[in-house]
């Protein structure tokens, strides 16, 4: 097999997918593999391919691998205003990462083993391609700060890829917002799709990168690509997109972007003012029908501005269909779906979302979610006035592989000056009308090359001054460990449109929750939510359906909410409600879900179908209820009541009892319980458990780990990661420094206790036994200060050994060594009288010093003015990957 080399391209991208890359596509990658930088912009017409930059990126990372290229970001970010399309990129990626999982052709077997080499042997999962999915009301993705070496491909959304990089990533622990900041900020390239939609947005990672490039960087800095369908005066001057002779060469890019789209503008005096008459969605469901008569094969598109319009309609259409012999079935795709409903969907049509369509598959009705990005070919298209960037888009959809002679579209909206319609004001939609007559007189219509020739309108900025982002800003924006009084908002740098009820939280139902607040809080926080069952919804509407729970009868007048990885009960009752980024808990009882999306209260009905949580291979978590194990709970009780070493034997017996070898979990009895019995019992895939942060830094799954044996192991995984990394020997040799002392401070013998240590036997790093939930029960007997963090006495601990090393590396291995588990970023809760165990004052001295006098805070203010936020950030999630990562392996 001969080394792969940048001619390869066309042949891996034409293995992939069956057909050669255009031109435009080789001549990207070329660019890439010469420089080892992207472009500032790619501008290609909708059709045109700009979504297959995902193969660009493991191409040059592979060409990398295998010597042949520049050293390239190893991390793409794919980010996109709209959570379908995230959805949609994530499968693009997911079809490449089997491609390479099992290459079917020699050239795909190379780009497979090029990447390989890209990563670390250590990398936690076996395919050479990671993956890692960031959208609005949906849980985060987390394993992929673990990764550091490996290629990658994020997909999120602006907001959920712009706030972890400014050190607050939605829906994330606070302690993991640094390690996110840093992968983020380095070895990584974002791409931004449709960027005039998140101008804010680029402007922010353009000044991130500036800032970044004022102190000596640890890897290459972020770059930022901006795509777009149609150039404008301000593109960056290292463009790479369609041009004229691509069209004159390219007989099949010419029929996509040159196939007439003839599109009739239909006005109505039903233009709805706020809710949709009933004679509205006729007219709608009457023109879809008509085209679905005129339009013999394929599938018709409606696309229209609101959810709630689109499930009305999609009710319509399924009664006037219902009868029909053939091309009878109606689908909706209006983005805020679970996961696991749209799964299901796509399960039963998977032909339907892709390019080659679903004969029995008549119409598809879906919202703006799916304007970009997605690979569907729709035969034809009713579609709602909107503005004239939009309409473009939906176009897209339209013959978008240009297998047909032409493509018609019908747009439907008021005979007057228009109103508002969903998300669009007024004026957009005026502009985009007077636009569309104009379109509407070319036979071209809203062909690609047309629309090139004659630009929709640009909707006007939602914001009269654009934020700045300064060094000022990032000292307060990355102290992320601090309790604050006000949670620090970062929308200011990240969003076009400022309006809070513009954004998004998530929702999940749960089944069969017990009545007691506690009890239900308790086993909320043993089975989190999961992404898979979260419906995305707006703020407001979460925040409307909370003020009705709040008029509501008891138990049901309640809601729980998931922020910042803790779960709590929120006082609805009292007007509080959702932020965006929460996951908002609720009793599935309520009647809000129409068309597997949630709708204002009262206009849906009961979820039939909940989960408890994660799965893991097929297994999911399951909870066991007394009522229908009473022999079993009975046993529990007993031991619960009378053994110390409860959870390990509770742990042993359900096992045996069941057959099973999930992590069992215990419900305790909530205070008020006068009967003081078990109320259920979880069981847990023990994968789950062992992949929680939390539960691996005092249990490992299977035995117990001995301190110096764990110590020893991150230090030299530290140094392999940093040197795989091409990381200079004082930056490799400062983490692997920081790795040998950063679990100093678990000698304590309150934390031995903990970990179920015996005295004068050998520290422990990690507790051993059957029950990930023993050193839970084993912290009363320890007596350690609520909050207490062992990292903080490793710093004191280490203080005194690295007492020889130079002034600015010592003080860059104790930072990582405080601020390995995310805490410490700024100061820690416990002055040294607290820290130190009242039996063993040694170091006390360098304890006051630290965390009396200030030297710590005065410490981690010199790092970051000397070092950088970012590269700081960037050095700790290096640190605590190589601590994950052995933990994970058993050490």
């Not at 490996?150 to 959920?160: E, G, K, R």
């Not at 996951?583 to 179908?609: A, F, K, M, R």
């Not at 130190?836 to 790092?863: K, N, Q, Y």
Request: with cysteine; glycine share 6%.
């Amino acid at each position: 097999m001969t080394e792969l080399n940048v001619e390869d391209f066309d042949s891996f991208f034409t293995a992939i997918h069956g057909y050669p890359p255009f031109a435009w596509q080789s001549r990207l990658c070329r660019m890439i593999a010469e420089t080892g930088e992207w472009p500032e912009s790619i501008v290609a017409p909708t059709g045109a391919g700009k979504s297959n930059v995902v193969d660009v990126h493991a191409f040059v990372n592979a060409l990398y691998g295998c010597n042949n290229g520049p050293r390239v970001p190893r991390r793409l970010a794919v980010v996109v205003n709209r959570r379908t399309i995230v959805d949609a990129h994530e499968q693009r990626a997911l079809d490449l990462r089997a491609s390479l999982r099992m290459p079917q052709s020699d050239v795909v077997a190379q780009v497979a083993e090029g990447l390989r080499r890209v990563r670390h042997d250590s990398a936690p999962s076996e395919d050479v391609l990671a993956l890692a999915t960031l959208r609005g009301g949906l849980l985060p993705d987390r394993s992929w700060v673990d990764d550091p070496t490996s290629c990658m491909i994020i997909c999120a959304t602006p907001d959920m890829w712009g706030s972890r990089l400014l050190f607050g990533g939605y829906g994330s622990s606070p302690h993991a917002h640094p390690r996110e900041a840093g992968l983020l900020a380095f070895d990584s390239v974002m791409v931004l799709d449709e960027a005039h939609l998140n101008k804010q947005l680029l402007i922010t990672a353009r000044r991130v990168r500036e800032l970044i490039q004022r102190n000596p960087a640890p890897a290459p800095a972020l770059q930022i690509v901006e795509t777009t369908a149609t150039p404008t005066s301000d593109i960056g001057r290292r463009s790479v997109g369609v041009d004229d002779a691509d069209l004159a060469s390219d007989a099949e890019l010419a029929q996509r972007l040159r196939r007439p789209k003839p599109v009739t503008y239909q006005p109505t005096d039903l233009w709805p003012d706020k809710r949709p008459s009933d004679k509205y969605i006729n007219e709608i469901s009457d023109t879809v029908v008509r085209m679905w008569k005129n339009t013999p094969e394929g599938t018709v598109g409606c696309i229209v501005n609101t959810v709630s319009t689109a499930i009305r309609v999609a009710d319509n259409l399924r009664k006037r269909l219902a009868g029909e012999a053939a091309r009878n079935h109606v689908l909706t795709w209006v983005g805020p779906m679970r996961p696991m409903d749209l799964t299901a969907q796509i399960a039963a049509h998977p032909d339907a979302f892709r390019p080659t369509g679903d004969p029995t598959v008549g119409i598809i009705v879906a919202t703006q979610t799916i304007e970009v990005g997605v690979d569907i070919d729709f035969a034809s298209l009713v579609t709602e006035l909107a503005p004239g960037p939009a309409l473009a888009q939906r176009a897209g959809r339209v013959n978008r592989l240009g297998s047909r002679e032409s493509g018609s579209i019908i747009v439907i909206g008021p005979h007057s000056a228009p109103t508002r319609s969903g998300p669009y004001d007024a004026d957009e939609l005026e502009q985009a009308l007077e636009w569309l007559v104009r379109r509407a007189t070319d036979p071209a219509g809203l062909a690609p090359s047309a629309i090139t020739l004659d630009p929709a309108p640009v909707a006007k900025d939602k914001r009269l001054v654009y934020a700045r982002l300064e060094a000022g800003d990032v000292e307060a924006l990355s102290t992320t460990s601090e309790d604050l009084a006000a949670p620090q908002e970062r929308s200011l740098w990240l969003r076009d449109d400022l309006e809070p009820d513009n954004q998004d939280c998530g929702v999940v139902l749960r089944a069969q929750l017990p009545e007691h607040d506690l009890d239900s809080l308790a086993l909320l926080q043993v089975t989190p939510p999961a992404a898979r069952e979260i419906f995305p919804v707006p703020v407001h509407r979460a925040r409307d359906i909370c003020r009705t729970l709040g008029k509501a009868e008891a138990p049901y007048s309640r809601a729980f909410v998931w922020r910042n990885g803790i779960i709590s009960r929120i006082g609805v009752d009292t007007g509080e409600g959702p932020r965006p980024g929460d996951v908002l808990i609720l009793d599935s009882i309520h009647p809000i879900v129409l068309e597997h999306t949630i709708v204002d209260y009262g206009d849906g009905t009961e979820e039939q179908h909940t989960t408890w949580g994660g799965i893991e291979n097929d297994n999911e978590v399951e909870v066991l209820w007394r009522s229908r194990n009473e022999d079993l709970f009975l046993q529990i009780d007993d031991i619960v009541a009378n053994d110390a070493d409860a959870a390990n034997i509770v742990q042993q017996l359900v096992n045996d009892t069941l057959d099973r070898s999930d992590q069992v979990i215990v419900g305790r009895p909530f205070e008020d319980d006068e009967e003081h019995t078990v109320p259920w019992v979880v069981l847990k895939p023990a994968r789950l458990v062992v992949d929680d942060e939390e539960a691996r830094q005092m249990w490992d799954g299977t035995s117990a780990v001995e301190l110096d044996v764990h110590a020893a192991a991150v230090a030299r995984r530290a140094r392999a990661l940093a040197t795989h990394l091409s990381l200079t020997e004082y930056e490799v040799s400062t983490l692997e420094l920081a790795g040998h002392h950063h679990d100093d401070g678990k000698r304590d013998r309150r934390f031995q206790t903990i970990l179920g240590g015996k005295p004068n036997t050998t520290f422990l790093a990690k507790s051993g036994g059957k029950s990930s939930r023993q050193p839970q029960l084993n912290k009363t007997r320890a007596a350690l200060p609520p909050g207490w963090r062992h990292e903080q006495l490793s710093v004191v601990l280490a203080e005194h050994t690295l007492k020889d090393l130079r002034r600015g590396q010592r003080e860059l291995v104790l930072r990582l060594i405080g601020t390995s588990h995310g805490r410490g970023r700024l100061a820690f809760p416990h002055n040294a009288t607290h820290l130190l165990d009242p039996a063993d004052r040694s170091g006390e001295s360098a304890a006051i010093e630290l965390f009396d006098r200030g030297a710590w805070e005065t410490l981690i203010e010199d790092t970051h003015r000397k070092i950088g936020p970012w590269a700081c950030a960037y050095y700790e999630a290096l640190l605590r990957a190589a601590d994950c990562t052995v933990s994970k392996e058993g050490s």
